[in-house]
């Protein structure tokens, strides 16, 4: 017997009120619903006590996508995948009015985020999106401008989610038990969101401008807009830190940034 693999994440759910909790966010029923990541099926077996119109689910592990497989074959409306979520065209897959779930490795819950948030159509074919992160990476998605938490992964997931609730997690909920707590967040996509052509320029400019947190963005600010383009932005005074500058303002250096 092969025991949880740490390198794929695998914490697994074994507390019912919790997989109920993740449940009851939204209507399952004749709806078309992605689970990423499934183990050994602990949200997979509600989602499909639930009716979906369709069920798709990604795991990576080759042992437990065996299993599942023999789990879930009966079901013709349960299609499982063998992949890896960070290379699988998940955008292609999707069918209209979908629920996506996903209790998400921790180790690349940001990057399936960032992926997700960074589909080419949008609004996207997704109308919900229930995810599990570790509590700390939580709290920088849903901190709102200005706060300690605040930072790029606020601004990328604020430039096309909105976060409408959340729950905390214990630690005894899972097994193995991981060493921090979990949060549970229930997004919506924006329907009208800032005309920015690719969010990869916000993601990169973001990025850039976090990685020098605690400094003023005077010498940073210049690798990305000229002196006349930051005039353009009243607000965007140099002396400012990254934190100090709102999401808004983050989308329009964006925005005059991708009109050269
Ligand atoms: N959903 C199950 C539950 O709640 O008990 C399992 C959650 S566990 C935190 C994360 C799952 O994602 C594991 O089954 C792991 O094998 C799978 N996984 C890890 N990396 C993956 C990847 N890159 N693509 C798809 N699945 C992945």
Same mark, same amino acid.
């Given at each position: 017997m092969i025991g949880p693999k740490k390198s794929l994440g695998q914490n697994f759910l074994i507390d019912k009120n919790i997989i109920s909790k993740i449940m009851n966010f939204t209507k399952v029923k004749d709806r078309n619903i992605v689970e990423i990541g499934p183990g050994k099926g602990a949200l997979t077996d509600e989602i499909i006590k639930k009716k979906p119109k369709t069920l798709l689910i990604i795991e990576k592990d080759n042992l437990l996508f065996d299993s599942l497989i023999e789990k879930y074959s009966k !079901? @013709?409306?349960?299609? &499982?995948? /063998?992949?890896?979520?960070?290379?699988?065209? $998940?955008?292609? #897959?999707?069918?209209?009015?979908?629920?996506?779930?996903?209790?998400?490795?921790?180790?690349?819950?940001?990057?399936?985020?960032?992926?997700?948030?960074?589909?080419?159509?949008?609004p996207p074919k997704f109308s919900d999106l229930i995810l599990m992160f570790q509590k700390e990476l939580g709290e920088k998605?849903?901190?709102?401008?200005?706060?300690?938490?605040?930072?790029?992964?606020?601004?990328?997931?604020?430039f096309r989610l909105d976060n409408i609730a959340k729950f905390i997690?214990?630690?005894?909920?899972?097994?193995?038990?991981?060493?921090?707590?979990?949060?549970?967040?229930?997004?919506?996509?924006?329907?009208?969101? !800032? @005309?920015?052509?690719? &969010?990869? /320029?916000?993601?990169?400019?973001?990025?850039? $401008?976090?990685? #020098?947190?605690?400094?003023m963005i005077n010498k940073s600010i210049i690798k990305i807009?000229?002196?006349?383009?930051?005039?353009?932005?009243?607000?965007?005074?140099?002396?400012?830190?990254?934190?100090?500058?709102?999401?808004?303002?983050?989308?329009?250096?964006?925005?005059i940034f991708e009109e050269n």
């Open positions: !079901f @013709k409306n349960v299609k &499982v995948v /063998n992949a890896d979520i960070l290379k699988f065209d $998940l955008e292609k #897959k999707m069918k209209s009015n979908s629920v996506i779930f996903g209790n998400l490795p921790y180790n690349i819950s940001s990057q399936i985020l960032v992926k997700l948030i960074k589909f080419e159509t949008w998605i849903t901190s709102k401008f200005p706060s300690s938490k605040y930072g790029r992964l606020s601004i990328i997931s604020n997690v214990s630690e005894n909920c899972f097994f193995p038990k991981p060493k921090v707590k979990s949060m549970v967040i229930h997004f919506k996509p924006k329907k009208n969101t !800032f @005309k920015i052509n690719n &969010v990869s /320029n916000l993601e990169k400019i973001t990025n850039y $401008l976090f990685s #020098k947190k605690r400094k807009l000229s002196k006349d383009e930051i005039k353009q932005i009243p607000e965007l005074k140099t002396n400012l830190r990254p934190s100090d500058i709102s999401p808004s303002i983050y989308f329009k250096i964006t925005q």
